[in-house]
């Protein structure tokens, strides 16, 4: 069965940077998109970026531009996600989640979240 | 910057029907925004309910229906049951491969 299990919770302080995984299994890891999604305490969903596994090409949001970085790793079937430049609005619970992109079906698979949690 | 609208709150009695919809600020929602649609329960990743407009997956109920509707996107509840309660989030593609999130619609059946 299709699974994205992500890494533990992060405490980080401000000016600090975070560094999300994201361990997909249960289809073909090239085959599909991966996005990152964020919700702050309270609030609605945020679109961040996705990366294309097999290509290694991106697309991030414009907010989040010059502080993301998505990245892959093949051999263990893993997604990065990295912000930089962490403030207290960066506090929330990140996402990664799958698409089928022939379909259009975006975000079909969740992983379990991540709370990042920035604090001085 | 582009925004998507979604009713922030809705009410529905059980058995009844709702319409949830999610609206573009470029202008009319099209089959071309590929439609998703998500729900999420508190202390909960999101799961999702509808693609590209119209198209169920697998786990999706029946009771659940997506279409565009007056040039917004829409998710029709029919025959709501006690444990749709929930937020409801739709998701719009850009030119450009964007993607950008409605607000969500906080459902409460009462």
């Known amino acids: 069965q299709v699974q994205l299990v992500q890494s533990g919770a992060e405490v980080k302080k401000p000016g600090a940077s975070v560094k999300v995984s994201c361990k997909a299994s249960?289809?073909?890891?090239?085959?599909?998109?991966i996005h990152w999604v964020r919700q702050a305490p309270g609030q609605g969903l945020e679109w961040m970026g996705r990366i294309n596994p097999y290509s290694v090409g991106t697309n991030y949001a414009q907010k989040f531009q010059g502080r993301i970085t998505m990245t892959r790793d093949t051999s263990i079937s893993t997604v990065y996600m990295e912000l930089s430049s962490l403030t207290s609005d960066d506090t929330a619970v990140y996402y990664c989640a799958r698409e089928d992109s022939d379909s259009g079906a975006r975000g079909d698979y969740w992983g379990q979240g991540t709370l990042v949690t920035v604090s001085s | 910057q582009t925004v998507v609208t979604q009713e922030p709150s809705l009410t529905v009695s059980p058995g009844g029907t709702v319409t949830l919809t999610c609206a573009s600020s470029?202008?009319?929602?099209?089959?071309?925004?590929?439609p998703n649609w998500f729900q999420q329960k508190p202390g909960q990743a999101p799961r999702a309910l509808i693609y590209a407009t119209s198209n169920k997956y697998s786990w999706t109920p029946a009771r659940f229906s997506g279409s565009l509707l007056g040039g917004k996107a829409a998710l029709t509840l029919s025959g709501v049951q006690p444990e749709d309660e929930a937020e409801y989030h739709c998701?719009?593609?850009?030119?450009?491969?964007?993607?950008?999130f409605g607000g969500g619609t906080k459902l409460t059946v009462l």
């Open positions: 998701l719009l593609y850009y030119a450009g491969s964007l993607l950008v």
């Open positions: 470029t202008g009319a929602v099209t089959s071309g925004h590929y």
């Open positions: 249960g289809y073909t890891f090239a085959g599909y998109f």
